[in-house]
């Protein structure tokens, strides 16, 4: 009896529009007809109404968290009108805090205002992408009935959160890119979330190098010392790796690998955010250029801070049994025999590969998703074609709510995206390789080689001895890690966030 007379309260508070789209939404959700919604009901709901299926788990776990005033894990008809009545009120004064000039609309400049008092920077082109995904009358601003569609089954009315939503949907950031360092708002900075990242992202980095670490030391002795090694192809290469020096062996160099991920992610952090206020002119904001340059300049500026380290790591992984008892004994000989300079063996193609992997791997990634994103139209266009049905034509009306938000830049989910970043990485690293080769002979030379102790020399001398195809040793184990280290990366860069209690963007 409560729960009727809370229903007649709350539909009486409404509009006839309101009441019959929010009847109409509750029925499409309550897949089994009891007059309750359960969380599979909701999710898989979601997902019917254009809510993507990586975030559809979350947003139900979030509007029946609630929602569901008595505890039952089910929604009734008059908790899901509370709610949704609620969450309506919120979203409006969200509106009108947008709202600067009181006009009813919300556009460009209003946005780029909003984002930057988060500490978010984005330029008109971006804000533009934002625009688009919420209006549909073509007007490049976005009215209350445009701004309550497009966030209707949010499950956030928080503008913080708002922001979080359009960097996925939209893929206003380039955040994925690797060679990009991550960008933070100034609330992560002041809670601390920011070194929860990034340590969530070297734990990530340390698990994904050592599952991968003996394809990554076959690579090196591969492009040290070229056909010795590739007798019987990989598999008689790991078993040369294991006579030398048993199983264990086959993880040669990885410690240093794992050590410098703490300093070399720090100093990256530290730089990137110096050069986005040295690139970024007073009263504008940072374009998708200030931020590749920024973060192609951090990422210089940590390896030239960590490169000894790198030197240490291709010794080490070198090294045969015996050799050094430790980092710390290798290092020292490595002083005594060599100097000082021996600790920058290399830098110069090291530096050198730095932008052509960034910008090919920004180029490819950017692309791959505009490839995506218009495939994406396309499939959606013919599925609603094909759409003929009456009772399908009226749930269509709420269905096209969450898919008109992203016409113009559907939501490409995390499988697309990691898809897109192994795929432009790949071809990164491709472009590079030859660079990354040549410091790796130049970095295992424990004496000077006269002509090939220069990059110019050492270039000549592999073509001269192994043709072009010999700047492309250990190519094979390369690739071959990158896809489970890409995984292996995102499994446990989720769980570490998630026990770190870093919420999702």
Not at 424 to 447: E, K
Request: net charge neutral; aromatic share 8%.
């Amino acid at each position: 009896m409560a729960s009727a007379q809370g229903t007649a309260r709350e539909l009486h508070e409404l509009s006839a529009e309101e009441e019959e789209q929010f009847t109409k939404l509750f029925k499409r959700l309550d897949a089994s007809g009891d007059g309750r919604v359960d969380f599979e009901e909701l999710r898989e709901g979601l997902k019917k109404l254009g809510v993507h299926s990586d975030q559809a788990e979350k947003h139900a776990q979030e509007i029946l968290k609630k929602s569901d005033k008595d505890d039952d894990q089910e929604i009734e008809f008059a908790e899901f009108v509370k709610y949704m009545s609620e969450h309506q009120r919120k979203l409006k004064l969200t509106f009108d805090k947008l709202d600067k000039n009181k006009d009813g609309r919300i556009d460009v400049d209003e946005i780029i205002d909003a984002l930057r008092g988060l500490g978010v920077h984005i330029d008109h082109s971006e804000a533009n992408k934002i625009m688009k995904s919420m209006d549909k009358d073509g007007t490049l601003t976005v009215d209350w009935d445009e701004w309550r569609e497009y966030l209707l089954l949010h499950p956030s009315a928080d503008l913080k959160d708002i922001v979080k939503y359009w960097r996925h949907t939209v893929s206003i950031d380039i955040g994925e890119n690797l060679c990009v360092p991550d960008e933070f708002t100034e609330e992560e900075k002041v809670t601390g979330m920011w070194w929860r990242q990034l340590v969530a992202g070297g734990t990530a980095g340390a698990v994904s190098r050592t599952c991968t670490a003996p394809l990554d030391r076959l690579k090196v002795l591969l492009q040290v010392h070229g056909t010795k090694v590739a007798r019987g192809g990989i598999a008689g290469s790991f078993q040369q790796m294991i006579k030398e020096g048993g199983v264990i062996g086959l993880w040669r160099g990885n410690g240093m690998n794992v050590l410098k991920i703490a300093p070399e992610s720090a100093i990256k952090f530290m730089a990137y955010e110096r050069l986005k206020k040295l690139f970024t002119r007073e009263g504008h904001s940072l374009g998708v250029v200030e931020r590749f340059c920024s973060g192609s300049l951090a990422g210089m500026i940590s390896q030239t801070s960590i490169y000894p380290m790198e030197v240490l790591k291709t010794r080490l992984a070198i090294r045969k049994t015996g050799e050094y008892s430790g980092m710390w004994d290798c290092a020292v000989k490595i002083y005594q025999r060599e100097g000082l300079r021996a600790f920058y063996k290399g830098y110069i193609p090291n530096i050198l590969g730095v932008l052509p992997y960034a910008g090919i791997d920004l180029c490819i990634y950017e692309t791959l998703k505009v490839m995506w994103v218009q495939h994406s139209e396309r499939w959606q266009r013919r599925n609603e074609q094909q759409e003929t049905d009456d009772d399908e034509k009226e749930d269509r009306t709420l269905k096209n709510m969450y898919l008109n938000k992203n016409k113009n830049q559907p939501n490409p989910g995390v499988m697309v995206l990691l898809a897109c970043g192994t795929i432009s990485s790949t071809c990164g690293q491709l472009a590079s390789y030859p660079l990354a080769l040549i410091r790796t002979r130049l970095q295992a030379q424990t004496t000077p080689i006269p002509g090939r102790d220069t990059m110019a020399g050492m270039v000549q001398g592999i073509i001269k001895d192994e043709g072009l195809r010999g700047l492309y040793r250990g190519i094979a184990p390369n690739f071959m890690k990158v896809a489970p280290a890409v995984s292996i990366s995102y499994v446990v860069y989720e769980k570490a966030r998630s026990a770190l209690g870093v919420s999702s963007k």
